[in-house]
């Protein structure tokens, strides 16, 4: 019986998609090692705001990932550390060595790495480049320009990901073993159990490990499209999804400050690590952690593509080719529901080429449990002039729609100046438009 | 599964060990930054401090900052308030209720704060004032005016409020991702320790 599967992940934020391949076994973590063998992964800069020939791509193994992972988080933690009041009021700004010295001291108190070297530069509030140090090739160049969104969403991608793969290593503490085994399916107990029994060596193990065929098995590697990844400790009952007090990193200060050791119980005495273990952290991840499951079915290459494709919602297998009646058809929980009543709203021919625009693109996060609506008023040239949201839950969202910013076209130019649409978009995919 | 997983947060908050003592000067910057992430996290989302003190009821922490009163006398005890009556000394213990406070708002606004910031930068890209934008127009405006309003008036020119209130903004990004709460209280023990950096 071989026990070795392919895993594929995919992170998805806004502006890079993060691929990760890897080997997985499920007796791999009883021989104390990660999950994810011979873990590869694939990185794409594919911010909407590019043009497709900036798209960059690199890739790498699981040491270059955790690299550049560390890199990132640690630049990051560097300018949040930065005094607030700069000496200037610059956003984005050539990086020179006095404006740096002036008020980026975080930063360039950090030694020049050498070109071989993952590390990022600012360039003002705004602005950062990433040296892509080892991982760089003659097609990526040595460095890319972030902007802070783009920055942002880079270390969104890399700490879901360092989370997954990271935390699949034997569990050092008898609880989490035990705990780990009462998580796991019941076929997995059998087989880790029949594996001492019979005695199997870890040699043997590995050596299974790579013959990479596959076996309906690893079902709780695999399925995971369904299921959340099965080591993560559970939420506590009652708290919110924040990591606990215990998560907050204590810094040691100079020894002349006193110490308030009293009352500290022995369990918690020790300094926490400069990084906290994954465990704490993952109650507040599984939103995230969710967000690739939906592309990690089988979905078309996308990765040349400058802007975001309309992603299918699950319902449905090909939204943009559905007419816009048949899509309201599987609306239930809204109000005005019947297709016939919105196509009698249909008297200006922009109120429908709003709905087939939406329709195109939007796709409800997995996040959202309630119907945005928006009030659009559109200019006579059919780009939008306000957006106004009518709910909290909608302004909240502002972000996620497809929404095009003030003054972007939306709709063909308007006969009889300015038109005010109101948009519902709904959890389920569904967009209906009405002239208001 | 790690210690104290069958304590609520609230118990958790009076038993966490205190492994560091900052000196007054240290707590007095601490102080001061998280009343400048609470400024900004108000001003962008326009609504007071509702959202922090609902924040602290889903957090089980509403025994330290239960109530307006509670809350507005740990934010006195910024030292650039203005005025010192009902002023309350800031512990450890409240500070990092305050971080989580902080970070659990920024998580439940992150599409707003993430939208503000990608404004300011589609706008900076094109040599745009920020202010064009409705949202971020009105988050400066509220933040400048409560600044100028709450905060002992300093030598901080408006060009320096501004990069402040926009530096403030990229950083409540950073703070609403899941460990937010971790980066910030680094970054408060930081800045803590380097002041003047």
């Given at each position: 019986?071989?026990?070795?599967?392919?895993l594929?992940?995919?992170?998805?934020?806004?502006?890079?998609?993060?691929?990760?391949?890897?080997?997985?076994?499920?007796?791999?973590?009883w021989?104390?090692?990660?999950?994810?063998?011979?873990?590869?992964?694939?990185?794409r800069?594919?911010?909407?705001?590019r043009?497709q020939?900036?798209i960059?791509?690199?890739?790498?193994d699981?040491a270059q990932?955790?690299?550049?992972?560390a890199?990132?988080?640690?630049?990051i933690?560097q300018l949040?550390?930065?005094?607030s009041?700069?000496g200037?009021?610059?956003?984005?700004?050539e990086?020179?060595?006095g404006?740096?010295g002036?008020h980026?001291?975080?930063?360039?108190?950090?030694?020049?790495?050498?070109l071989q070297?993952?590390?990022?530069?600012?360039n003002?509030?705004?602005?950062h480049?990433?040296?892509?140090?080892?991982?760089?090739?003659?097609?990526?160049g040595p460095?890319?320009?972030l902007?802070?969104?783009s920055?942002?969403?880079?270390?969104?991608?890399?700490e879901?990901a360092t989370?997954?793969t990271?935390a699949?290593?034997l569990?050092?503490?008898?609880?989490?073993?035990?705990?780990l085994m009462?998580?796991?399916p019941?076929?997995?107990r059998?087989?880790?159990?029949?594996a001492?029994?019979?005695?199997i060596?870890?040699a043997?193990?590995?050596l299974?490990?790579?013959s990479?065929s596959n076996?309906?098995?690893?079902v709780p590697l695999?399925?995971q499209?369904?299921?959340?990844?099965?080591?993560?400790?559970l939420?506590?009952?009652?708290t919110?999804?924040l990591?606990?007090?215990?998560?907050?990193?204590?810094?040691?200060?100079?020894?002349?400050?006193?110490?308030v050791g009293?009352t500290t119980?022995?369990?918690?005495?020790?300094?926490?690590?400069?990084k906290?273990?994954?465990q704490p952290?993952?109650?507040?991840t599984?939103k995230?952690i969710?967000q690739?499951?939906?592309p990690?079915?089988?979905?078309p290459?996308?990765?040349?593509?400058?802007?975001?494709?309309p992603?299918?919602p699950?319902l449905?297998?090909?939204p943009?080719?559905?007419?816009?009646a048949?899509s309201?058809?599987n609306?239930?929980?809204t109000t005005l529901?019947?297709p016939a009543?919105e196509?009698?709203?249909?008297t200006?021919p922009q109120?429908?080429?709003?709905r087939?625009f939406?329709?195109?693109?939007?796709?409800?996060?997995p996040?959202?449990?309630?119907?945005l609506e928006?009030?659009?008023t559109?200019?006579?040239?059919?780009?939008?002039?306000?957006?106004?949201p009518l709910?909290?839950?909608?302004?909240?969202?502002l972000?996620?729609?497809?929404?095009?910013?003030?003054?972007?076209?939306?709709?063909?130019?308007?006969?009889?100046?300015s038109?005010?649409?109101?948009?519902v978009l709904g959890?389920?995919?569904?967009v209906?438009?009405f002239p208001? | 599964m790690?210690?104290s997983?069958n304590?609520n947060?609230?118990?958790?908050a009076?038993?966490i060990?205190?492994?560091?003592?900052?000196?007054s000067l240290?707590?007095?910057?601490i102080?001061?930054?998280?009343?400048?992430?609470?400024?900004?996290?108000?001003?962008l989302?326009?609504?007071?401090?509702?959202?922090l003190?609902q924040?602290?009821?889903?957090l089980?922490?509403?025994?330290?900052l239960g109530?307006r009163v509670?809350?507005?006398?740990?934010r006195?005890s910024n030292?650039?308030?203005?005025?010192?009556s009902?002023?309350?000394?800031?512990?450890?213990?409240?500070?990092?209720s305050?971080v989580?406070i902080s970070?659990?708002v920024?998580?439940?606004?992150?599409?707003?704060?993430?939208?503000?910031?990608?404004?300011?930068?589609?706008?900076?890209a094109?040599?745009?004032?920020p202010h064009?934008?409705a949202?971020?127009?009105d988050?400066?405006?509220?933040?400048t005016n409560t600044?100028?309003?709450r905060?002992?008036?300093d030598?901080k020119?408006?060009?320096?409020?501004t990069?402040?209130a926009f530096?403030?903004?990229?950083d409540?990004?950073?703070?609403s991702?899941?460990n937010?709460p971790r980066?910030?209280?680094?970054?408060?023990i930081?800045?803590?320790?380097?002041?003047?950096?």
């Amino acid at each position: 019986m071989i026990l070795s599967n392919s895993l594929f992940r995919r992170y998805t934020p806004p502006t890079c998609t993060l691929e990760i391949t890897a080997q997985t076994s499920p007796l791999s973590r009883w021989a104390g090692q990660s999950r994810f063998n011979q873990l590869q992964f694939q990185l794409r800069f594919e911010d909407p705001r590019r043009l497709q020939e900036q798209i960059v791509e690199i890739s790498g193994d699981r040491a270059q990932l955790e690299a550049l992972e560390a890199a990132v988080e640690s630049y990051i933690q560097q300018l949040l550390s930065q005094v607030s009041i700069p000496g200037t009021g610059d956003l984005v700004t050539e990086p020179t060595p006095g404006e740096q010295g002036d008020h980026q001291q975080g930063i360039v108190a950090i030694p020049t790495p050498d070109l071989q070297t993952i590390h990022l530069r600012p360039n003002g509030l705004l602005s950062h480049d990433l040296f892509f140090g080892s991982l760089a090739t003659n097609v990526s160049g040595p460095v890319i320009n972030l902007s802070a969104s783009s920055l942002f969403d880079l270390a969104t991608a890399l700490e879901e990901a360092t989370v997954e793969t990271t935390a699949a290593t034997l569990p050092s503490d008898k609880s989490q073993w035990s705990g780990l085994m009462r998580s796991s399916p019941l076929w997995t107990r059998v087989a880790a159990g029949a594996a001492v029994f019979v005695g199997i060596t870890l040699a043997a193990v590995q050596l299974s490990n790579k013959s990479g065929s596959n076996s309906t098995s690893d079902v709780p590697l695999i399925s995971q499209s369904t299921e959340p990844p099965p080591v993560s400790p559970l939420p506590l009952p009652g708290t919110s999804t924040l990591p606990p007090f215990e998560s907050l990193p204590v810094v040691p200060l100079p020894s002349s400050l006193p110490q308030v050791g009293s009352t500290t119980p022995p369990i918690s005495a020790t300094p926490s690590p400069p990084k906290p273990a994954p465990q704490p952290q993952k109650p507040a991840t599984p939103k995230l952690i969710q967000q690739p499951k939906q592309p990690v079915a089988v979905q078309p290459k996308v990765t040349a593509s400058p802007l975001p494709l309309p992603d299918v919602p699950d319902l449905e297998t090909s939204p943009t080719a559905a007419p816009p009646a048949a899509s309201q058809d599987n609306t239930t929980s809204t109000t005005l529901t019947q297709p016939a009543n919105e196509t009698a709203f249909d008297t200006v021919p922009q109120v429908a080429e709003a709905r087939s625009f939406f329709q195109e693109r939007w796709q409800a996060p997995p996040t959202l449990k309630q119907t945005l609506e928006y009030t659009l008023t559109l200019n006579p040239n059919g780009s939008v002039q306000q957006i106004m949201p009518l709910n909290q839950a909608a302004r909240t969202y502002l972000d996620r729609t497809p929404i095009p910013l003030r003054g972007e076209p939306l709709v063909s130019p308007i006969e009889g100046g300015s038109l005010k649409i109101r948009l519902v978009l709904g959890p389920d995919g569904s967009v209906k438009t009405f002239p208001q | 599964m790690y210690p104290s997983a069958n304590l609520n947060p609230s118990h958790r908050a009076t038993t966490i060990p205190i492994a560091i003592q900052p000196d007054s000067l240290q707590l007095d910057n601490i102080k001061t930054h998280l009343d400048l992430v609470l400024l900004a996290l108000e001003a962008l989302l326009g609504s007071g401090s509702e959202a922090l003190l609902q924040a602290a009821s889903d957090l089980n922490l509403a025994d330290q900052l239960g109530d307006r009163v509670t809350l507005w006398r740990l934010r006195q005890s910024n030292p650039l308030r203005k005025g010192t009556s009902g002023r309350k000394k800031l512990d450890v213990e409240e500070a990092r209720s305050l971080v989580l406070i902080s970070c659990h708002v920024a998580k439940q606004h992150q599409e707003l704060i993430r939208r503000a910031v990608v404004l300011l930068e589609q706008l900076t890209a094109e040599n745009r004032q920020p202010h064009e934008a409705a949202l971020l127009g009105d988050y400066l405006d509220r933040f400048t005016n409560t600044y100028q309003e709450r905060m002992v008036t300093d030598s901080k020119t408006s060009l320096a409020l501004t990069h402040l209130a926009f530096k403030l903004l990229v950083d409540l990004l950073f703070y609403s991702s899941p460990n937010g709460p971790r980066r910030l209280w680094l970054a408060l023990i930081e800045r803590s320790m380097h002041p003047k950096a």
